[in-house]
C-alpha cells in the first residue's frame, strides 16, 4: 500500500511536514516513495498527508502498489 501525488498538486509543502516515514520529497512533482509509504498505518487513523492537503483529490492510491500487488 502506498500513495501518489498528481499533477494538481500545488506545492504547498504541507503533506512533506506531517509525513511520519519521511516518504514525501519535494521538487516538481513531488513524489512519495512507495518503499515508505505506510499510508500513516501505525501513526494515524488515516492518511495524514491527504488530511493536510489544500488540494482535492490530489493524493491517491497508488495503483502499483496496493494490497494485491505487492
Given amino acids: ?3 501518489m501525488i ?3 498538486c500545488s506545492f ?3 503533506c512533506r511536514e506531517e509525513c511520519p516515514n519521511e516518504a514525501i520529497t519535494a521538487g516538481k512533482p513531488y513524489m512519495i516513495d512507495p518503499n515508505l509509504c ?3 498505518v501505525g ?3 488515516a492518511p495524514e498527508c491527504v488530511a493536510m492537503c489544500p ?3 490530489c ?3 497508488n495503483p502499483s502498489h496496493t494490497v494485491d500487488s505487492d
Fill in 1 to 3: 500500500m502506498a500513495l
Fill in 6 to 8: 498528481l499533477d494538481t
Fill in 12 to 14: 504547498c509543502d504541507a
Fill in 38 to 40: 505506510s499510508e500513516c
Fill in 43 to 45: 501513526f494515524y487513523d
Fill in 55 to 57: 488540494v482535492d483529490n
Fill in 59 to 61: 493524493i491517491v492510491p
